[in-house]
């Protein structure tokens, strides 16, 4: 298997501008996760997702980020406006659940190094 | 909550030597544990887990026992390699909760 797939790996962009940052899971995972990781704050959950179902978005930190999985095979961290401030790499993960768990070894992505001038 | 507390780094140390990076954690259920690594660039990967308490993870000569009684899932391994320089990520999962990670303690091994 290819593994977690993400796009871009790396974004340079002006403060206020759309970005979009793409995100394939593993084929058959069923829960797809998006990180957010700066050394300030350290590993941060944005939303995740199962069974292409929004489940918890409270780490989105604000109304400029959404996040989509129209299906199975792909998913979307957009943030509209962009500013400095969410200059990090954003990470995507995903993960099978079982019997009994709850999907608990996640594979993540290589990251999306963003940079907001 | 759920939270995980692991050692501040870096922890600089010389190739061959011992590694201990601590974990401890607070958690409402019966969570399983685990050590998560993230080499420069990249992702983070799965390198051990336990389940239950008393087991044992291991892999590429890592090892963390899953201590109940002290809530505890501490990182070892005899004899560090240059190669594995990278940060280190203690995580819990209570059922039906995400992942919880620590902040990371990120280990440079000199030769």
């Known amino acids: 298997d290819a593994g977690v797939i993400q796009s871009p790996r790396h974004e340079v962009t002006e403060m206020g501008q759309e970005v979009t940052l793409r995100c394939k899971p593993i084929?058959?995972?069923?829960?797809l996760f998006w990180y957010r990781q700066t050394m300030m704050r350290g590993l941060e959950l944005l939303i995740y997702?199962?069974?292409?179902?929004?489940?918890?978005d409270s780490g989105m930190p604000e109304d400029r980020f959404s996040a989509k999985m129209p299906n199975a095979s792909f998913s979307t961290l957009k943030i509209q406006p962009s500013e400095p401030r969410d200059s990090a790499v954003y990470f995507c993960?995903?993960?099978?659940?079982?019997?009994?768990?709850?999907?608990?070894?996640?594979?993540f992505g290589p990251g999306t190094r963003l940079l907001v001038l | 909550g759920d939270s995980v507390t692991q050692m501040e780094g870096p922890v600089t140390l010389s190739e061959e030597a011992f590694l201990t990076i601590n974990c401890t954690y607070t958690?409402?259920?019966?969570?399983?544990l685990f050590w998560y690594v993230q080499y420069p660039g990249e992702g983070l990967q799965l390198l051990l887990k336990?389940?239950?308490?008393?087991d044992k993870g291991s892999n590429k000569g890592f090892e963390a026992t899953y201590r109940k009684e002290t809530t505890s899932f501490h990182l070892e391994k005899g004899s560090v390699q240059v190669s594995d320089s990278a940060v280190y990520f203690c995580?819990?999962?209570?059922?039906?909760?995400?992942?919880?990670f620590g902040k990371g303690t990120r280990l440079s091994v000199i030769a």
């Open positions: 995580a819990l999962s209570d059922p039906g909760t995400p992942l919880v």
């Open positions: 993960a995903s993960s099978l659940s079982d019997e009994g768990a709850w999907g608990e070894t996640q594979y």
């Open positions: 958690a409402t259920g019966y969570p399983s």
């Open positions: 084929s058959g995972h069923d829960y």
């Open positions: 997702f199962n069974n292409n179902v929004p489940i918890d």
């Open positions: 336990a389940t239950k308490a008393d």
